[in-house]
């Protein structure tokens, strides 16, 4: 048995479009019309978007008449400083280059004591600058030295560290493990000029081994006084110092010269 489905009746409201029916071909009526869109009305034309109705000239007079947000200088509602006014980036990474061309001119000089106030201020930019440019010169040289050098340089500071340690029975003065390690890398500028000089010097000769000896006494002579100064107990051990430093410049000279 057939289940009848109740149907709703089809209600047309009057501004849906209603057509007629045409005859069929063969009554002698014209063939129904083909289907064209409807064309759009002068403000729909003007706007193709109905639902988003803008004046885009209107926008754009709008816009320019706002203040820019960043025309005053930086900082909150304009009241921060300006470019012009903040610090160099060097300075804000803590490397102040004239300190470390005033420890480079008091080291350079081999007759003048080094200043020890200058190296007081203890840093880590000038001995690592001085280390770098010790590696380009052996690399120039054909040999890659500088994890060699990076290391042999943590173990001096240490070394010397701990000498001064048991020297002065825990009176180290000013002298902690940063500012030695920042001393014995400054005295490494005489090992860097040698490093630079090696390269026009003849190998396997007598001439390399007395220029080399001289720029060792150079080092030592600078960081013995150096630690001496800084190191309340220094001027009572001054010897030992100097010969812990003798054996850590010697070092170096040897990888220069082998």
């Given at each position: 048995?057939?289940?009848?489905?109740?149907?709703?009746?089809?209600?047309?409201t009057?501004?849906?479009?209603?057509?007629?029916?045409?005859?069929?071909?063969?009554?002698?009526a014209?063939?129904?019309?083909?289907?064209?869109?409807?064309?759009?009305?002068?403000?729909?034309?003007?706007?193709?978007?109905?639902?988003?109705?803008?004046?885009?000239?209107?926008?754009?007079?709008s816009?320019?008449?706002v203040?820019?947000?960043?025309?005053?200088?930086?900082g909150?509602?304009g009241?921060?400083a300006?470019?012009?006014?903040?610090?160099?980036?060097?300075?804000?990474?803590?490397?102040?280059?004239?300190?470390?061309?005033?420890?480079?001119?008091?080291?350079?000089?081999?007759?003048?004591s080094?200043?020890?106030s200058?190296?007081?201020?203890a840093d880590l930019?000038?001995?690592?600058?001085?280390?770098?440019?010790?590696?380009?010169?052996q690399?120039?040289?054909?040999?890659?030295?500088?994890?060699?050098?990076?290391?042999?340089?943590?173990?001096?500071?240490?070394f010397?560290?701990?000498?001064?340690s048991?020297?002065?029975?825990?009176?180290r003065?000013?002298?902690?493990?940063?500012?030695?390690?920042?001393?014995?890398?400054?005295c490494?500028?005489?090992m860097?000029?040698?490093?630079?000089?090696?390269?026009?010097l003849?190998?396997g000769?007598?001439?390399?081994?007395?220029?080399?000896m001289?720029?060792?006494?150079?080092?030592?002579?600078?960081?013995?006084?150096?630690?001496?100064e800084?190191?309340?107990?220094g001027?009572?051990?001054?010897?030992?110092?100097?010969?812990?430093c003798?054996?850590?410049?010697?070092?170096?000279?040897?990888?220069?010269?082998?």
């Amino acid at each position: 048995m057939a289940k009848e489905f109740p149907v709703p009746p089809v209600v047309f409201t009057p501004s849906t479009p209603t057509h007629r029916r045409h005859p069929g071909p063969g009554v002698g009526a014209s063939p129904p019309p083909a289907f064209a869109p409807p064309r759009p009305s002068t403000s729909s034309a003007a706007n193709p978007l109905p639902f988003m109705s803008f004046d885009v000239s209107a926008a754009a007079a709008s816009s320019s008449s706002v203040p820019p947000l960043f025309a005053g200088p930086i900082g909150v509602g304009g009241s921060g400083a300006s470019f012009e006014d903040e610090p160099p980036l060097l300075e804000e990474l803590g490397i102040n280059t004239r300190q470390i061309w005033r420890k480079t001119i008091s080291i350079l000089h081999p007759l003048r004591s080094a200043d020890p106030s200058l190296h007081a201020d203890a840093d880590l930019s000038g001995p690592f600058l001085f280390l770098l440019s010790f590696g380009l010169f052996q690399l120039l040289a054909g040999k890659f030295h500088f994890g060699i050098v990076l290391g042999w340089v943590t173990v001096a500071s240490l070394f010397l560290y701990f000498v001064f340690s048991m020297l002065s029975g825990g009176r180290r003065g000013d002298l902690d493990l940063y500012r030695c390690v920042s001393l014995v890398g400054y005295c490494m500028l005489p090992m860097v000029i040698f490093s630079a000089v090696s390269l026009f010097l003849p190998r396997g000769g007598g001439l390399i081994f007395g220029v080399g000896m001289a720029f060792v006494i150079w080092s030592t002579r600078v960081c013995t006084r150096l630690l001496a100064e800084l190191a309340s107990s220094g001027d009572e051990h001054r010897g030992l110092i100097a010969y812990a430093c003798w054996l850590v410049y010697m070092l170096f000279s040897l990888l220069v010269i082998f």
